[in-house]
């Protein structure tokens, strides 16, 4: 069985896919047609559901991405399988498998698990748009071939370029004078001088930059549990230390703010 909240959820990220990055390219192909349908209903219908029903669902939500639509000079022959687990994205990511378009049954071993361990990252977040991100980010290097067949990601330095960054998950994170525990744990945030920005919604995210470090994050975690606020992680996340500048949280503008949380959408988490 599924939760309403996540299948109202799912049906949104496919919306929000096809729209944003395919437009009417066909580059998302829904493996489970009849599934997707009855979903669609069910989101049109969520106003007047609990977000708690659970529905009666034995079969995973499926898709395949063409990545040669985005890409097509560097990604010709690679298409994204991808599974949507009952429970995502509430408390599991979905699946990912990188294959050859020419030949379905060939995988690319090493970019699948490499996706495997990004979005492992992001539990409780839609994660589709930002996986595409990260893709197009690496493009260049996402299908580079290893001796052991398949591929790699990111070449020898993944990480040239950007900042070890850490995100604490919250079941939610409501703005507002009226929720006194997320103007406390603002507070928190400036009292330790702590860097980094804020995504308010459910779940909630706050993302700890440069200089602060993992120990800040796990610091702030224990004030927030004082403060009644618990959080899933500190989980390790390397983010293009450029991103984080356009998205105010580089350490200067921080410093400058004296510690306050960058507020955040959605998009200033795809940096």
């Known amino acids: 069985t599924m939760e309403t909240s996540d299948a109202v959820r799912q049906v949104e990220e496919i919306l929000n896919l096809q729209d944003r990055w395919f437009s ?8 489970t047609p009849a599934l997707f349908s009855r979903l ?5 219908n969520a ?3 609990s977000s708690n029903k659970r529905l009666e669902v034995k079969k995973q939500l499926a898709l395949d991405i063409d990545c040669s639509i985005l890409h097509p000079d560097d990604l010709s022959d690679i298409i994204l399988e991808v599974k949507f687990p009952l429970n995502y994205p509430s408390s599991a990511p979905c699946h990912v498998r990188a ?11 090493a970019c699948s698990a490499a996706i495997e361990a990004y979005l492992q990252a992001f539990t409780g977040c839609e994660c589709m748009d930002m996986l595409l991100d990260w893709i197009s980010d690496n493009k260049s290097t996402f299908l580079s071939e290893s001796s052991g067949g398949g591929g790699t990601l990111g070449g020898s330095n993944d990480h040239e370029g950007k900042a070890q960054c850490y995100f604490l998950r919250y079941n939610h994170l409501l703005s507002g004078p009226e929720h006194k525990k997320e103007k406390a744990m603002i507070g928190a945030a400036k009292k330790s001088q702590l860097q980094g920005g804020l995504l308010w919604g459910t ?10 470090t993992e120990e800040d994050a796990k610091e702030y975690a224990s004030d927030c549990r ?12 390397w983010l293009p230390q ?3 500048d356009e998205a105010g949280m580089g350490g200067l503008a921080q410093q400058k703010r004296g510690g306050k949380l960058q507020e955040l959408d959605t998009a200033g988490l795809r940096i």
């Not at 009417?24 to 493996?31: C, M």
């Not at 779940?203 to 602060?212: A, D, F, L, T, Y």
């Not at 606020?229 to 390790?236: C, F, L, S, T």
């Open 203 to 212: 779940p909630g995210i706050v993302v700890v930059v440069p200089p602060s």
């Open 47 to 49: 106003s007047s559901m």
């Open 242 to 244: 450029s991103g984080l």
């Open 226 to 237: 004082t403060i009644g606020k618990r959080a899933e992680g500190p989980n390790e996340v």
């Open 99 to 109: 294959v050859k378009a020419s030949n379905r049954e060939s995988e690319y071993v």
């Open 40 to 44: 669609q209903k069910v989101a049109g």
């Open 24 to 31: 009417k390219d066909g580059g998302v192909t829904i493996q």
